[in-house]
């Protein structure tokens, strides 16, 4: 706790749910960047498929009044992690910076972290990644390839996080917001999804955690999450409650 | 009434150790078909550390399903041992006396059935040592104790040494008298098993007082390891299903209940096995239902309890928990089965002596009891998981593979095979029991009736 306290870093997101179109760039760029085996359409039947993030979509209303809306759900690196105490070996494990890892030398594959996660981010390999040939180059050499009885979750890109704090220690300065990015939040096109430190006043994620619009997903569970969600903007609810100006949505699509 | 026949020293040695001291006709055709079982289901648990648990049917969000299920059912047979033989004991059921050793036994032999299923369940069996063990000091890296699976193998363990070491002090004068009646190799087995047991009455004292105090040291253990083994479902706050603290005193009546099932399925195996019928008698069957009837009972009602607690709360997601569960196709029929199986049937029989006193009805039910208690578990753990909550995104229902269900038959014949296994070289029933109950037990007459009199130990 006290070497949490003494850290500069306290890492989090925020996921603008009113930007997310729901284009899937981010699963793509996680995919890529972690070394995700290809999920293809049997891992999918067996449900097994491994996507560290993955955007579910919903749909409201009948056609033709039918909307559908997006959420992205990755690790929510809680502070109070379910899936943390029951790991026998530490292999699931909080860094000082307020991340949830997995240490995959560790894990012996019980899988009982992935039964006490409400979200169920964490994925199991059942089998030993394979890729196409051509594939084989593409590789991220900065990331792990899981082998086979282990349980793999988002890192919030903990290569990158190292990276960017090594490259600021090496200049000499403080790390700055923005230096640092997830492959998903960079591959964003809407800027839905933000990264920063919480312990920055500056940051933008502090400014966003603290937008009315802002929460945080099973709240009554107490896991304290580190990602916080930026509620949509209903045109219909907004001009029912006369609030024009609040939120960053499009007033325009109103359809009344 | 009283169904003791008075049987000579010399009788009761030849009777209990007919299976010992010559191989029975069945016994090599039963061995062959279970061996062959057990054969099929190592090369499938080799075929799964090779393939990995892709194997399986396991898939999200259903991470635990059929190995967990078998798991948690042999724990809990395994709690007929201390029931019948620690708790019976203590309390001087004069009943107790001839299934002590088979209750032990099959304690010992589901335990070590048990163990395998965590073990080989893990993604990656080689390295559970790092979770068994405290391990790598040279890191600081120890198991983490906050976890329930960490406290498993410890309890398991302490009960499995408790067990052994319980089985083997009952076991010792009857060693001494297979020492006196084999030749050769075997002898020399024996002796070196019996400690130089020559039932002087020092000795005596030793082992009764040694049996005594590890009944009294393994009542603990009878509570702890099914809470334990409970705690690894009841800690997780974010599923519905599993997160109750009801669970310990839950899971131990229901292990009571089957384990006590599976000892009177066994003694009518071994009435008929081994044509047991002066010492393994009715009166003991009736005994064992009376007794079921009230731990069934308690069961059912924390049963019903689990349910009200769950449902009281009046939360969205228990209550689509329940539904599932309860009500959606094909769980519903699980669930009437379980309830048929796990109580209705039975117990309805068991209200009757005339049941009671029948053998082969009594073998049926206590075989349905454990199909019941079986389904129970598997009612528990799985659709706990499968359970529609938010932010799953895949509802997929769980269907064992069929390498899991080769793996749960073989875990049947494995316990089967080593009982059988330990029956041809130890007697079953104890002899020193059986000779010690023909002195402490006879009949008086008060005014027209023959009462059974027991002198108490």
């Known amino acids: 706790m006290v070497a949490e306290k003494q850290s500069k870093f306290k890492w989090g997101m925020a996921v603008d749910i009113d930007a997310c179109n729901g284009c899937q760039a981010c699963v793509i760029a996680c995919q890529s960047e972690n070394n995700i085996p290809i999920n293809t359409e049997d891992n999918f039947k067996d449900a097994r498929g491994i996507e560290w993030i993955r955007v579910e979509r919903y749909w409201e209303g009948e056609f033709p009044n039918v909307k559908a809306k997006f959420i992205p759900i990755l690790c929510m690196h809680c502070d109070n992690a379910p899936c943390e105490p029951v790991c026998p070996v530490y292999a699931s494990y909080h860094t000082v910076e307020g991340l949830n890892v997995q240490i995959y030398n560790r894990c012996v594959g019980t899988r009982y972290c992935a039964n006490g996660c409400p979200y169920l981010v964490r994925f199991f390999n059942y089998w030993e990644p394979e890729w196409p040939e ?75 955690k603290n937008d009315k619009r802002a929460y945080t997903l099973l709240d009554h569970l107490k896991t304290n999450n580190n990602v916080w969600y930026l509620a949509k903007v209903d045109p219909d609810i907004e001009a029912h409650h006369g609030d024009k100006h609040h939120g960053e949505g499009n007033h325009k699509e109103d359809s009344h | 009434m009283q169904q ?83 708790i019976l004991r203590l309390t001087q059921a004069e009943w107790r006396r001839p299934v002590t050793r088979a209750a032990e036994l099959l304690t010992v032999f589901s335990l070590l059935t048990a163990l395998f299923f965590p073990l080989m369940h893990a993604g990656r069996p080689w390295r559970i040592a790092y979770w068994l063990l405290p391990y790598d000091f040279a890191r600081g890296i120890w198991p983490n104790v906050r976890s329930p699976l960490f406290w498993d193998p410890i309890a398991i363990g302490t009960y499995l040494t408790g067990s052994t070491l319980f089985l083997f002090v009952a076991l010792i004068p009857d060693l001494a008298i297979l020492r006196d009646r084999t030749t050769g190799i075997k002898k020399g087995i024996y002796t070196v098993l019996a400690l130089g047991w020559r039932g002087n009455p020092r000795q005596w004292q030793l082992q009764v007082v040694a049996g005594i105090l590890l009944s009294a040291l393994m009542l603990p253990i009878f509570v702890s390891v099914h809470s334990i083994v409970s705690w690894d479902f009841a800690v997780t706050p974010a599923v519905e299903g599993w997160h109750s603290t009801i669970f310990a005193p839950y899971f131990v009546i229901g292990a009571v209940h089957s384990g006590v099932s599976a000892v009177v399925t066994m003694m009518c195996l071994m009435r008929w096995l081994w044509k047991w019928n002066n010492y393994i008698r009715p009166e003991h069957f009736d005994a064992l239902a009376r007794l079921l009837i009230v731990v069934a009972t308690a069961w059912l009602g924390f049963t019903f ?32 089965t379980f309830l048929l199986t796990g109580y209705i049937i039975p117990v309805g029989c068991w209200l009757f002596k005339r049941c009671r006193n029948n053998i082969a009805i009594m073998f049926w039910t206590t075989i349905l009891v454990n199909v019941g208690m079986w389904l129970e578990r598997f009612l528990i753990i799985v659709p706990g998981l499968a359970r529609k909550q938010v932010f799953v995104y895949t509802w997929e229902g769980y269907w064992p593979s069929p390498v899991e269900w080769i793996i749960m038959t073989w875990s049947f014949a494995w316990v089967s095979f080593l009982m059988l296994l330990f029956a041809r070289f130890f ?18 007459k008060v005014g027209r009736a023959t009462v059974p009199m027991v002198i108490r130990e």
């Open chain 1, 134 to 208: 051509s594939f084989q180059n593409h590789l991220n050499p900065d990331v792990t390839v899981r082998s086979r009885g282990i349980m793999e979750k988002c890192s919030m890109c903990i290569q990158r996080i190292r990276r960017g704090t090594r490259d600021a220690k090496k200049d000499k300065r403080e790390v700055v917001d923005g230096d640092i990015s997830p492959a998903c939040v960079q591959a964003c096109p809407t800027d839905a999804l933000v990264f920063g430190n919480q312990k920055d006043p500056e940051s933008r994620i502090n400014k966003m």
């Open chain 2, 4 to 86: 003791r026949r008075i049987l000579s020293e010399k009788q009761i040695n030849a009777e209990l150790l007919n299976g010992n001291l010559a191989t029975p006709k069945w016994y090599f055709p039963v061995m062959g078909v279970l061996g062959t079982g057990v054969i099929i289901g190592f090369i499938t648990i080799l075929y799964m550390f090779n393939r990995g648990l892709g194997v399986t049917g396991l898939a999200r969000p259903v991470y635990w399903g059929l190995f967990i299920t078998t798991f948690v059912f042999w724990v809990g047979i395994s709690h007929a041992g201390i029931m019948i033989s620690a």
């Open chain 2, 305 to 336: 309890l689990e349910l009200i607690f769950s449902l009281y709360g009046r939360d969205a997601p228990e209550i689509a928990l329940r539904e599932l569960q309860i009500f959606t196709w094909p769980w519903n029929l699980i669930f009437i």
């Open chain 2, 427 to 444: 007697p079953l029933v104890p002899l020193f029991e059986a000779k010690e109950s023909q002195v402490f037990t006879t009949e008086m």
